[in-house]
């Protein structure tokens, strides 16, 4: 395999991660949302209805 060859498969390798980054990124802000609206939901809420 020539220097060029592995460089091209290099890009190619480079790319595909940077996908599967952004993939595994969204799924970290899809559980960070869903994790923020649990919280709202259960903790806030039995805490205002304590108050009441």
Do not use: H, P
């Not at 290099?10 to 952004?22: D, I, P, T, V």
């Amino acid at each position: 395999m020539s220097e060029t060859d592995t460089i091209v498969l290099l890009k190619q390798e480079n790319e595909r991660l940077k996908r599967e980054n952004e993939m595994l990124m969204e799924t970290v802000r899809q559980i960070r949302k869903t994790a923020n609206r649990l919280i709202d939901r259960y903790v806030v809420g039995s805490m205002e209805k304590r108050r009441q």
